[in-house]
């Protein structure tokens, strides 16, 4: 599924792109990610390391040759009896050997059902760590731009503040000049410096978050920004497309990653079943082996009366075989069945995480498509709500001039446009957070979708 309800967004965004300084935007700060975030290559390193358990499991069904070696030296002396003519005799026997020995053996395997089901599942858990690490870019694209609108945010934030500050600061002197010549009360005044220093302390915790801000932003792209793009005022709103959330859901139960890992889950502990039961079942091999034995050493008698004898014991053999072994398990001690059992409970448990993790998308699916439609009427009645203030903030100022209105009143309307402005300014990031989202939970979330976005960020502001 594509995401075409954005198409006529971004040739309005095209069409509003300013030439100003260079700004980092929202794929840079994607591309620069992919190259620093510590999690995605994690993740990478994560799948590498998976993808080696195909050729391990592979490898125990080709031949496997080894090859065997040893020396002995041997001396040995005791005292032997023996009879003779003369009748029973005695004699202190000496003897002294060398051994080397080697084989060579090459095994085959015939059957083994373990090994195949091993395959299988090998096949199932490298399959699994790309879908995981495809979930792992999503989540990537997520978080970098979550970042990058947080920046966004803290400075819009800022802006305000710094202005209503600004304001403030201009409403306190006159407020000052004004009592000076006796037009106020000294309430009036006190009113105002309280709000003087409310606002600049507003000022100090905006740039406190606005830092921060900007540190989340580099723990992943591993940059520091200085400018960045944002939207305008006059960004599109675009509803999803197909609309409602079945269409969206579908497409969410046949491609979301989580998903498809958890499928996949279910079918790595099928396999594991197949492997525990496998001990119960006969393996066949082909073994072909041959060894070489050489003996060589003297052997020595020694007779008080008779004096000493020795004779050479030497000894060479050479042994080849090719034998079918088969191997009968019978009795474990219980572990196969354990195993088996303890297989089975797993591949339970993989069936009730694949259920709820089904359950999670169908409900995180629709969740983050009434997000996109509810943001789109939050992001028009909050700009509403900016001019609102803006025209209630001037025809409070007009009646305090004309001494209708206290300076209280024009405080709290100055407070409520800053609130707007704020809470507007937030709610577009959301409605393209959301946005993201609802690709993510529908597995179509990719580098397109960046494009596609930032090709939305037409403003550059500096962040400070």
Same mark, same amino acid.
Request: glycine share 6%.
């Given at each position: 599924?594509?995401?075409?309800? +954005? ?11 300013? /030439? ?23 993740? =990478? ?32 002396? *005791?005292?032997? $009896? ?40 090998? #096949? ?9 690490? #495809? /979930? ?10 979550? @970042? ?7 400075? =819009? ?38 709000? $003087? ?52 859901? !579908? ?13 996949? *889950? ?7 079943? #197949? ?17 070489? #034995?050489?003996?060589? *050493? ?10 000493? +004898?020795?004779?050479?014991? $030497?000894? &060479? ?8 072994? +088969? ?5 474990? *001690?219980? /572990?196969? &069945? ?14 009730? !995480? +694949?259920?709820?993790?089904?359950? @999670? ?61 704020? %809470? ?9 957070? $959301? ?15 960046? =494009? ?7 403003? %550059?502001?500096?962040?400070?």
């Amino acid at each position: 599924m594509t995401c075409i309800w +954005l198409r006529a967004a971004i040739v309005a965004g095209l069409g509003l792109t300013g /030439a100003g300084a260079h700004a980092t935007d929202l794929a840079e700060a994607y591309h620069r990610a992919q190259r620093s975030d510590p999690q995605l290559r994690e993740a =990478d390193a994560t799948r590498l390391a998976i993808r080696e358990a195909r050729p391990q499991a592979f490898a125990a069904l080709l031949p496997q040759l080894q090859a065997t070696g040893g020396y002995t030296h041997d001396t040995a002396t *005791g005292l032997s $009896n023996f009879f003779t003519s003369g009748g029973l005799a005695s004699a202190n026997v000496e003897s002294t050997s060398n051994t080397k020995q080697w084989a060579l053996q090459l095994r085959q395997t015939v059957f083994h059902w373990e090994q195949f089901a091993a395959i299988r599942q090998a #096949n199932a858990q490298v399959a699994q760590a790309e879908v995981d690490y #495809n /979930a792992a870019r999503q989540s990537l694209i997520v978080r970098t731009a979550a @970042a990058y609108f947080g920046v966004l945010a803290a400075q =819009d934030t800022l802006e305000a503040a710094q202005a209503a500050h600004e304001a403030i600061s201009h409403q306190l002197e006159q407020a000052e000049k004004r009592f000076e010549v006796g037009l106020i009360a000294i309430t009036d005044v006190e009113e105002a410096r309280a709000a $003087n220093d409310q606002s600049a302390a507003t000022v100090i915790a905006s740039k406190r978050t606005l830092a921060t801000a900007r540190d989340q932003l580099r723990e992943v792209t591993g940059d520091s920004v200085e400018m960045l793009s944002r939207p305008s005022d006059s960004m599109p709103l675009v509803a999803p497309e197909p609309v409602g959330e079945d269409p969206w859901v !579908r497409a969410a139960l046949d491609q979301n990653l989580a998903l498809s890992s958890a499928r996949i *889950g279910a079918e790595i502990a099928r396999e594991s079943v #197949n492997v525990a039961q496998a001990g119960h079942l006969p393996s066949l091999d082909l073994i072909a082996r041959e060894s070489n #034995n050489d003996v060589s *050493g003297t052997t020595s008698l020694f007779d008080p009366t008779a004096g000493s +004898l020795s004779f050479p014991a $030497n000894s &060479s053999s050479r042994d080849k075989q090719i034998s079918l072994q +088969l191997t009968v398990p019978l009795f474990s *001690g219980g /572990a196969v &069945s354990s195993r088996v059992r303890q297989a089975s409970y797993q591949h339970r448990a993989a069936h009730e !995480r +694949l259920e709820r993790v089904a359950r @999670a998308t169908e409900r995180g699916t629709r969740d983050a498509y009434l997000g996109v439609i509810s943001e789109i009427s939050r992001v028009k009645a909050l700009r509403q709500g900016v001019e609102s203030s803006k025209t209630a903030l001037n025809a409070t100022e007009a009646g305090y001039e004309v001494g209708t209105r206290t300076s209280v009143d024009v405080l709290l309307a100055r407070q409520r446009l800053f609130d707007a402005q704020t %809470t507007y300014a937030r709610s577009r990031y959301d409605y393209l957070l $959301n946005v993201l989202a609802l690709e993510q939970e529908a597995g179509t979330l990719d580098d397109k979708s960046v =494009d596609r976005l930032n090709a939305l960020l037409d403003r %550059t502001v500096t962040v400070r």
